[in-house]
């Protein structure tokens, strides 16, 4: 019997447990065509196999269980789900995006849910916690609290899109890092534990893996 996802109605073979465009949990789909079911069922199932074709292909373009390092059993992947502002969760949606970087993302509004390692999902959820820990704050009170903290500073050099979109993300009023950029190169500083946080997150960007 095959399933649907609950979310964009697409069909997946009976051994699917998420839906590989959207990420979403996915349900069996009690209308599935038996053997006895002529034609018409014949031409539902073929439409579905080309569905979940399509999605595979998307799904592996995308990248991760299609590579040898997610073949590895012993480097399981997880799921977290995320609840952002709207506005940041669609800069860090759009931050993720992009082929090159490894994890899965999906976006309804607020919430962000992301596939990948244990470490890349970690690593998600702490620059997250960053860019949301003083979500409010005035911006005099974020300087002043950072004018009190011996702060690091360290470059990263990205893709220009990437430089940008993080650029754009870490400039906002409330959060804590004081940043400048120049074309593929962002400098930040930030306090020690948040710039090892940062370091994790700008490799997710540079598409490198690790778990």
Aim: proline share 5%; charged share 25%.
């Amino acid at each position: 019997m095959n399933k649907r996802c609950t979310a964009c109605n697409r069909l997946y073979a009976s051994h699917a447990l998420y839906c590989a465009l959207c990420g979403k949990s996915l349900s069996v789909n009690h209308d599935s065509p038996q053997t006895s079911g002529g034609t018409r069922g014949l031409a539902v199932l073929l439409a579905a196999a080309v569905t979940a074709a399509t999605a595979i292909a998307i799904y592996q373009f995308q990248g991760s269980d299609s590579e040898p390092f997610y073949l590895d059993p012993s480097v399981p992947m997880v799921w977290r789900e995320l609840e952002l502002p709207e506005t940041k969760a669609d800069m860090l949606y759009k931050l993720l995006l992009p082929n090159d970087i490894k994890v899965i993302v999906s976006r309804d509004n607020c919430f962000l849910r992301v596939k990948g390692t244990h470490g890349e999902v970690t690593s998600i959820v702490g620059f997250g916690e960053l860019i949301t820990r003083f979500q409010g704050v005035p911006k005099r009170h974020i300087e002043a609290h950072l004018s009190k903290k011996r702060l690091s500073k360290k470059n990263y050099e990205l893709s220009r899109p990437s430089a940008g979109r993080l650029f754009d993300l870490l400039a906002k009023d409330d959060v804590p890092v004081w940043v400048r950029r120049q074309g593929r190169l962002i400098q930040i500083q930030a306090e020690p534990s948040d710039q090892r946080t940062l370091e994790r997150f700008a490799n997710i960007l540079r598409g490198k893996r690790f778990r």
